[in-house]
């Protein structure tokens, strides 16, 4: 299958050629944008699918197709490589079989759309992007693929950019802006990668002597500044949440399964140099579990549907970082694939609820959609169940290894970053089913008059089948050694290719063994079961029962609603002062630099002006001149002889 790597990345780049002739022909033509870009994708899942094949019985193997040379400048050999092994490989299936769900689901979606055509083909563009990205053998090949999809997720958000007054450009500036800020850190981190290794070939670093530890921890930090734009880490993880803006599937693509997952899958890549820095996984660590706190406590108080999932994804972020950051990347792994499950489900069951309703997604307008929606329904609480960790179901197995391997990691900060995460755990579980309760449950809050809920169309409710089915298998991934013994198998699988390191393991450990963790599963499900019954019994009647509480706290409120006014504080410490400064730049390259240079043009032109009377090209002149000229000399030459 080597030589066939090649058709992963290829077969959705021209899937989005054709979509675009397609669009330039126009009419009818556009309707078949949509089966094309299915096909295309397709096609690259099937062929992601017998690659892992192969490479399944033996995971410290890999598949690896050598093209053409790309870059060869000095000491730089950088061929267009591509490299499969059981990470890239689990993550191809990921990327391709999640993004064919979302493409089949957009033919219903878009079917309207008069842009559908030229939808269809940024949305196979950014399948080509992520292959490329997750497929690269070389940091800089993956940096085209990193740098593609932020290019087509500008595009994406701001698909509708003419409509809620040019707000969905906006939305696009703010994450093609952030993005640009974190790929700043990724080539300096690359660039000083070059300096110290000689290459940028990933399994040549690999294999090269360690760093020492100064220039591995600036290294990783630089790297992990990439991520936090990626995947919407603190500082960078304003611009996700206004990704709503573009359409739905969209937002099911770009927080599931392709672009934000990129950051954490890079750092599970690069974890061979990670480890060398416990300095830099412990500020990964602490990085996560905070912004997983924040994100949680922002989605308490907000009433759109589609943003409340928005930082619900910032959170789970937050999750795959802190795994990362105590050493258990392949619990990141692993959460990346039920994640991609269940929050791709929730994202298109979104967007079936505001099909239904009309374009409405303020869930306090909404309620008592279960009968009117039953296949949205279902599928919605099956998603809501995994993303609370309900016992049993995909998303309480990810993230309770994640729990597990967090406070196994050794020392007293393991146990903090245990408590933020379990805090953040119980926080889900609340805003999830405030969620499913104010859209599904309760009493109509809509006029039946002006609105009439209906079930989506098929190709809309069969990829909700299928994701909610693989929500709820999806743990079997990942069984813990209480539920099968030595049965992991997505531990296994990446084991080979992903490194060990435990930041913490220098604070001694505090006797934790496996045996304990079934008791840490206790705690997982009491604390999901606990944040879900709180949910369905504040808010199954309605949004009023709260409503007192909101006035009681307002302070805490308005803080929450207002999403801790971090785009404020950066609007007044960040932008503003950027902006008085490009200001004042923009005065003194025009009044001074170009000032004194135009000024000097004017001087010498006006003497030019006055010099070239002389040469006016009259004899009488040149006569007066010379005349003029000749008494002046006579008259000096005498006063000199008196």
């Known amino acids: 299958?080597?030589?066939?790597?090649?058709?992963?990345?290829?077969?959705?780049?021209?899937?989005?050629?054709?979509?675009?002739?397609?669009?330039?022909?126009?009419?009818?033509?556009?309707?078949?944008?949509?089966?094309?870009?299915?096909?295309?994708?397709?096609?690259s899942f099937l062929v992601a699918v017998l690659a892992f094949l192969e490479i399944r019985g033996h995971e410290a193997e890999a598949l690896v197709y050598e093209g053409f040379t790309w870059i060869h400048t000095g000491t730089l050999l950088l061929p267009f490589k591509l490299h499969l092994d059981a990470l890239s490989g689990f993550m191809a299936l990921i990327v391709t079989g999640v993004g064919l769900?979302?493409?089949?689901?957009?033919?219903?979606?878009?079917?309207?759309?008069?842009?559908?055509?030229?939808?269809?083909?940024?949305?196979?563009?950014?399948?080509?992007?992520?292959?490329?990205?997750?497929?690269?053998?070389?940091?800089?090949?993956?940096f085209v693929g990193w740098e593609g999809v932020g290019a087509m997720s500008y595009l994406l958000?701001?698909?509708?950019?003419?409509?809620?007054?040019?707000?969905?450009?906006?939305?696009?500036?703010?994450?093609?802006?952030?993005?640009?800020?974190?790929?700043?850190?990724?080539?300096?981190?690359?660039?000083?990668?070059?300096?110290?290794?000689?290459?940028?070939?990933?399994?040549?670093m690999k294999e090269a002597p360690a760093l020492s530890g100064g220039v591995a921890t600036l290294i990783c930090l630089l790297l992990f500044l990439g991520a936090t734009g990626k995947s919407a880490q603190i500082p960078l993880f304003v611009w996700l949440p206004d990704a709503m803006a573009g359409p739905t599937p969209v937002s099911a693509l770009i927080h599931a399964a392709t672009m934000v997952t990129?950051?954490?899958?890079?750092?599970?890549?690069?974890?061979?140099?990670?480890?060398?820095?416990?300095?830099?996984?412990?500020?990964?660590?602490?990085?996560?579990?905070?912004?997983?706190?924040?994100?949680?406590?922002?989605?308490?108080?907000?009433?759109?549907?589609?943003?409340?999932?928005?930082?619900?994804?910032?959170?789970?972020?937050?999750?795959?970082f802190l795994a990362c950051g105590v050493g258990a990347f392949s619990a990141a792994i692993f959460h990346v694939g039920t994640h991609a499950f269940f929050k791709a489900l929730l994202f298109l069951g979104a967007g079936s609820v505001i099909h239904g309703m009309h374009e409405e997604q303020d869930a306090f307008r909404m309620g008592g959609l279960r009968r009117h929606?039953?296949?949205?329904?279902?599928?919605f609480l099956v998603g809501g169940l995994c993303l609370a960790g309900f016992p049993l179901t995909s998303g309480f197995f990810s993230k309770d290894e994640i729990l597990w391997e967090t406070v196994s990691?050794?020392?007293?900060?393991?146990?903090?970053?245990?408590?933020?995460?379990?805090?953040?755990?119980?926080?889900?579980?609340?805003?999830?089913?405030?969620?499913?309760?104010?859209?599904?449950?309760?009493?109509?809050?809509?006029?039946?008059?002006?609105?009439?809920?209906?079930?989506?169309?098929?190709?809309?409710?069969?990829?909700?089948?299928?994701?909610?089915?693989?929500?709820?298998?999806?743990?079997?991934?990942?069984?813990?050694?209480?539920?099968?013994e030595d049965g992991n198998w997505i531990h296994h699988l990446l084991s080979p290719v992903l490194a060990e390191g435990r930041p913490f393991a220098s604070e001694g450990g505090h006797g934790l063994d496996h045996a304990q963790e079934g008791l840490f599963m206790v705690y997982s499900s009491i604390i999901a079961v606990v944040g879900i019954l709180a949910g369905l019994i504040l808010y199954r009647n309605g949004p009023e029962r709260m409503a007192g509480l909101a006035k009681t706290f307002r302070p805490v409120h308005v803080l929450l609603a207002g999403k801790w006014f971090v785009d404020e504080i950066y609007q007044v410490c960040i932008l503003t002062p950027l902006a008085?400064?490009?200001?004042?730049?923009?005065?003194?390259?025009?009044?001074?630099?170009?000032?004194?240079?135009?000024?000097?043009?004017?001087?010498?032109?006006?003497?030019?002006?006055?010099?070239?009377?002389?040469?006016?090209?009259?004899?009488?002149?040149?006569?007066?001149?010379?005349?003029?000229?000749?008494?002046?000399?006579?008259?000096?030459?005498?006063?000199?002889?008196?």
């Open 262 to 320: 990129a950051g954490v899958y890079m750092v599970c890549r690069m974890s061979f140099l990670f480890v060398q820095s416990p300095t830099a996984m412990a500020v990964v660590a602490v990085v996560g579990a905070v912004t997983a706190l924040l994100a949680g406590t922002i989605a308490l108080a907000q009433r759109d549907l589609k943003k409340v999932l928005a930082y619900s994804t910032v959170s789970q972020l937050g999750y795959m």
């Open 580 to 642: 008085a400064l490009s200001r004042f730049a923009g005065w003194f390259d025009l009044g001074i630099v170009d000032g004194l240079v135009n000024g000097l043009g004017r001087l010498f032109q006006g003497a030019g002006f006055l010099v070239r009377r002389v040469q006016d090209g009259h004899i009488q002149s040149y006569a007066m001149w010379m005349a003029g000229t000749t008494t002046v000399v006579l008259a000096w030459l005498v006063m000199q002889l008196w």
């Open 409 to 484: 990691s050794g020392g007293s900060a393991a146990y903090a970053l245990w408590g933020l995460g379990a805090l953040t755990a119980l926080l889900t579980a609340f805003y999830t089913f405030r969620l499913v309760s104010l859209t599904f449950l309760g009493k109509e809050r809509f006029d039946p008059g002006e609105v009439h809920p209906h079930e989506s169309p098929w190709t809309m409710t069969l990829p909700l089948v299928i994701l909610a089915l693989l929500g709820l298998g999806g743990g079997l991934m990942g069984l813990p050694a209480v539920f099968v």
């Open 157 to 204: 958000i701001g698909f509708w950019y003419d409509k809620e007054g040019g707000w969905p450009a906006v939305a696009g500036q703010k994450a093609f802006i952030a993005n640009r800020v974190g790929d700043m850190g990724f080539l300096i981190g690359m660039f000083l990668l070059f300096t110290n290794f000689g290459t940028l070939d990933v399994a040549a």
């Open 1 to 43: 299958m080597s030589d066939y790597l090649f058709l992963i990345p290829s077969l959705p780049l021209l899937g989005a050629l054709l979509c675009g002739i397609l669009h330039a022909r126009g009419g009818k033509a556009r309707d078949l944008a949509g089966p094309v870009a299915n096909l295309a994708v397709l096609g």
């Open 101 to 142: 769900l979302i493409h089949f689901y957009s033919i219903g979606y878009m079917a309207h759309d008069e842009g559908r055509a030229k939808y269809f083909a940024y949305l196979n563009l950014f399948v080509f992007a992520m292959s490329l990205l997750i497929l690269g053998a070389n940091l800089p090949l993956l």
């Open 373 to 379: 929606m039953p296949i949205t329904w279902i599928t």
